[in-house]
């Protein structure tokens, strides 16, 4: 009984000053509106695993200096050496982030993207949504043809999730690639 009245009690006063609980209701919509805004990047980022075979297994490596930050101070001929030598991990990988130029019917776009090597995909046991992966032979010849794996949103905002696109040539830098898969919509690289 004594809960009822102090609630009674409350909704008077907050009736009484009507500019004090719409500020007092504000203040809290966006607290509790931060602080879920703040979990859900922590969820994402920190909590929830990679949407990959076995995400317990997988490690980064990074190169840099100790004190100075990460810098990419490797190339692909050391990349291979490390993954040809290589006898404590199951496999070796290598990726970096790149922000290119899209051409698509005379329009052009700067996207964000991956360089990956051949065995990224099959490394972390992430398939194809449609067509195939990257895989290790499309990487064996320097120069060679360009393959492209499209993100799953990429393929859905920029091509109207075309089942047609597979085989289909894109410029993508200046270069031509073809795109031969396209990623599952929960993967967005490591």
């Known amino acids: ?20 609980t719409l500020v007092a209701t504000l203040t809290l919509g966006l607290g509790i509106g931060a602080n879920k805004a703040i979990f859900s990047l922590v969820n994402t980022v920190l909590l ?31 990349y291979t050496d490390y993954r040809d030598r290589n006898q404590a991990l199951a496999g070796l990988a ?6 290119v130029g899209l051409s698509k019917n005379g329009i052009n776009e700067r996207i964000r993207g991956l360089h990956v090597t051949g065995n990224y995909f099959s490394l972390l046991g992430v398939g194809a949504a449609l067509g195939r992966v990257i895989a290790p032979e499309d990487d064996l010849t320097p120069g060679g043809h360009p393959v492209v794996m499209l993100s799953y949103q990429c ?15 894109l410029l993508i830098g200046g270069r031509n690639y073809t795109v031969i898969g ?5 993967f967005r690289g490591t």
């Not at 290598?94 to 922000?99: L, P, Q, V």
């Not at 393929?155 to 040539?169: E, K, L, N």
């Open 1 to 20: 009984e004594e809960l009822w009245q102090d609630l009674r009690y409350g909704a008077r006063m907050l009736r009484k000053k009507p500019d004090f």
């Open 48 to 78: 929830r695993p990679l949407p990959i075979a076995q995400p317990e297994q997988v490690v980064t490596l990074n190169f840099g200096t100790p004190g100075r930050g990460v810098f990419p101070l490797i190339g692909y001929p050391e």
């Open 182 to 186: 396209v990623t599952p919509p929960e």
């Open 94 to 99: 290598a990726m970096s982030m790149a922000t």
């Open 155 to 169: 393929w859905q905002q920029r091509f109207g999730a075309d089942p047609q696109i597979i085989g289909r040539s």
